[in-house]
C-alpha cells in the first residue's frame, strides 16, 4: 500500500490533529482506528469500574495500565488533545494528593473519547473513498483550538515537554501562523511565561473566529452523539 497522506482519515472530525504524511501505510492506519473503535468501549467500562475503587492499590494499578494503553491509542489516531488530557490524567492518578483532580477530570474525558470512538465509527462506515471531502475553514480552526487549550492545560500542570510537542505538530500544519512559531521559539527558550500569554491570545484568536464564522456563539452549543436517530432527536 501507498504511504498515507493525512487526507482519507481526517474525516473533518475536531480534536484530531492528523499528519499531512506518515510512513504508516494505509493498512495501518484502518486498523490502528478499527483497534480504537473496538477497543474503547470495554476498556471505559473497566476504567470507571477501577475507578470506582481508586484507593485499593490493585484496582488503582489497573486503571493506571488502562490510561496508558489508551494513550497509545490516542496517540495512533492522532488524537493529541485528548491523549494530553489521557497523559494528566494518569499523572493524576499516580499522585494519591491528585486523587480528587482526577475524579474531576474522569467524566468529562470518558465522555470525549467515547464521543472520539463514535465520531470515528461513523465516519468508516459511511465513507470508503479515497480521500476525504475538503475540511472546512472552521474545522480547521476547531482543531487549532482544542490543540491549543490542550496546551493550555499542559502548562498549567507544568508538563511543558508534552506541551511543546503538540506546538511543534500546530507549526508543521501551520507555518504561515507567526503567532504558533512564537510560542515554539518561547517554548523551546523555557520562557514560560511568555509563551503562557501567546498562548490565551491564539486561544482567543481562534474561538473568536469560530464564532464568527459559526454566526453564533459556540459556547452555547451542546454537541450529542448517539447511534439512534430517536434519541438524538
Given amino acids: 500500500m501507498s504511504e498515507y497522506d493525512g487526507e482519507r482519515y481526517y474525516h473533518g472530525i475536531p480534536g484530531l490533529l492528523v499528519p499531512r504524511k506518515t510512513s504508516k501505510t494505509y493498512e495501518q492506519i484502518d486498523s490502528d482506528i478499527n483497534k480504537f473503535i473496538d477497543t474503547v468501549p470495554s476498556m471505559v467500562e473497566a476504567m470507571e469500574d477501577s475507578f470506582a475503587n481508586i484507593s485499593i492499590d490493585k484496582r488503582r494499578g489497573y486503571l493506571i495500565k488502562n490510561v496508558e494503553i489508551l494513550c497509545s491509542l490516542l496517540q495512533n489516531v492522532y488524537a493529541r488533545g485528548l491523549e494530553a488530557d489521557a497523559m494528566r490524567l494518569l499523572r493524576f492518578v499516580k499522585t494519591d494528593a491528585m486523587t480528587e483532580h482526577a475524579r474531576k477530570l474522569m467524566p468529562t474525558f470518558i465522555m470525549d473519547i467515547l464521543s472520539l470512538s463514535v465520531a470515528l465509527q461513523r465516519a468508516q462506515n459511511i465513507e470508503n473513498t479515497e480521500k476525504s471531502e475538503e475540511v472546512s475553514e472552521i474545522e480547521v480552526f476547531a482543531n487549532i483550538a482544542k490543540s491549543l487549550s490542550a496546551v493550555k492545560s499542559l502548562?498549567?500542570?507544568?508538563?511543558?515537554?508534552?506541551?511543546?510537542?503538540?506546538?511543534?505538530?500546530?507549526?508543521?500544519?501551520n507555518p504561515d501562523e507567526e503567532g504558533i512559531v512564537r510560542l515554539l521559539h518561547l517554548t523551546a527558550a523555557k520562557k514560560y511565561d511568555d509563551a503562557k500569554a501567546i498562548v490565551d491570545t491564539l486561544y482567543t484568536k481562534y474561538t473568536d473566529a469560530i464564532i464568527q464564522l459559526a454566526g453564533t456563539d459556540m459556547s452555547k452549543i451542546v454537541f450529542a452523539v448517539d447511534a439512534m436517530p430517536e434519541i438524538l432527536s
Fill in 155 to 173: 502548562f498549567d500542570d507544568g508538563e511543558y515537554e508534552s506541551a511543546q510537542r503538540i506546538i511543534t505538530e500546530l507549526v508543521v500544519y
